[in-house]
């Protein structure tokens, strides 16, 4: 049934469906992505306050280094700046963070873009299916001699109409999709500076005290 429908609304039905499948893939990818980076910061936030508690930053760099996470390379960097002055590991968190919280974002531009282009595509097919309509109600009007029945208008309308439902269908769970995983990454992102600053105020306890 769907794949009759589809094949209905011509090539630009196919692309549009092609378009879903490319967006469910980045949306499974970015949010199990997301899923792990936000597990890997708890784990490692509570790892690291054990290790800097016992003045441990040797045990520390290397728990942050294998990591293998955003929030891992983070904590590397500031835990390895050697320096007693806070404003100096802010802006050493500052600077890593330009580098490293835009991957968080990593491919939700494609959603984006499908959002924008699966209605207008949708749209495009609807025109041309309109055009190759008038056209052949054109053509059996002129072999018919202006005798034609109102099945002919209506199922050329039905099929011009069969690519604007897919499109729409297809950007409006995409968009819901992109709307969640945009507030999760400023979730997550919220989450990690905030256990940044603790992180450097533990630092710089740590490193006082052992002073």
Known sequence: MIREIIEHGGPISWFIMFLAVVAISVFVERLFSL?????????????????LNRKDFKGALEA?????????????????????????LKNKLEETSSIEVPHYWKNLNILSVI???APLLGLLGTVFGMLTS??????????GKGVYGPS????GIKKALITTVLGLSVAIPVYMGYSYLTSYVERLTLLLE????????LILENRDSDS
């Open 35 to 51: 899923m792990k980076e936000k597990k890997s910061l708890i784990d490692l936030r509570n790892e690291l306050e054990d290790d």
């Open 64 to 88: 942050a280094d294998s990591s293998n996470s955003i929030a891992g390379r983070l904590f590397f960097e500031i835990i390895n700046k050697k320096t007693h002055k806070k404003i100096v």
């Open 115 to 117: 959002v924008t282009i």
């Open 134 to 143: 008038f056209g052949e109600i054109e053509a059996f009007a002129e072999a």
């Open 152 to 155: 002919v208008i209506a199922g």
């Open 194 to 201: 905030k256990i940044s600053y603790e992180m450097i105020d």
